[in-house]
């Protein structure tokens, strides 16, 4: 059972190799929407831009989507968004949460395929507040 919930924001992010969708969540009205999608390279984000985010909404937590095998099971890209939660967490000094992140892409593509990276967040941060 997670601890209870501070009051404020969160950012949640879909890690990708090329893309990390960002998306802002409320920790009150249990509600997250689409933010933004940050180019990465090789896994590694533009850590200006990603700085510039967290010092605009100020987080209480970050959360990074864990994309787990159907049959529980971590995936080389889960020990990579691992890895990322970690640079994160030393970065910036603030909570960071794996969530499971099980067949978000795949229903923030069915949402919108344009901005499939942020729903994918958006779905990360909504699976958060909501549990």
Request: without cysteine.
């Given at each position: 059972?997670?601890p209870?919930?501070p009051?404020?924001?969160?950012?949640a992010?879909?890690?990708?190799?090329r893309?990390?969708?960002?998306?802002?969540?409320?920790?009150?009205?249990?509600?997250?929407n689409p933010?933004t999608?940050?180019?990465?390279?090789?896994?590694?984000?533009?850590w200006?831009?990603?700085g510039?985010?967290i010092?605009?909404?100020k987080?209480q937590?970050?959360?990074?989507?864990l994309p787990?095998?159907?049959?529980n099971?971590?995936s080389?890209?889960a020990?990579?968004a691992r890895?990322?939660a970690?640079?994160?967490?030393?970065?910036?000094?603030?909570?960071?949460?794996?969530?499971?992140?099980?067949?978000?892409?795949f229903e923030?593509k069915?949402?919108?395929?344009k901005?499939a990276?942020?729903?994918a967040?958006?779905?990360?941060?909504?699976?958060y507040?909501?549990?």
């Amino acid at each position: 059972m997670r601890p209870s919930m501070p009051e404020g924001y969160v950012i949640a992010f879909d890690f990708g190799m090329r893309h990390i969708g960002v998306a802002i969540g409320q920790s009150v009205t249990h509600s997250a929407n689409p933010l933004t999608t940050i180019s990465a390279r090789d896994g590694n984000p533009d850590w200006d831009q990603l700085g510039k985010l967290i010092h605009t909404w100020k987080p209480q937590t970050l959360l990074v989507g864990l994309p787990l095998n159907m049959d529980n099971t971590e995936s080389e890209m889960a020990e990579r968004a691992r890895g990322f939660a970690v640079k994160l967490e030393q970065r910036y000094s603030l909570a960071v949460h794996m969530v499971d992140e099980r067949l978000t892409t795949f229903e923030a593509k069915r949402i919108d395929f344009k901005g499939a990276h942020e729903i994918a967040a958006k779905l990360i941060a909504e699976t958060y507040l909501n549990s």
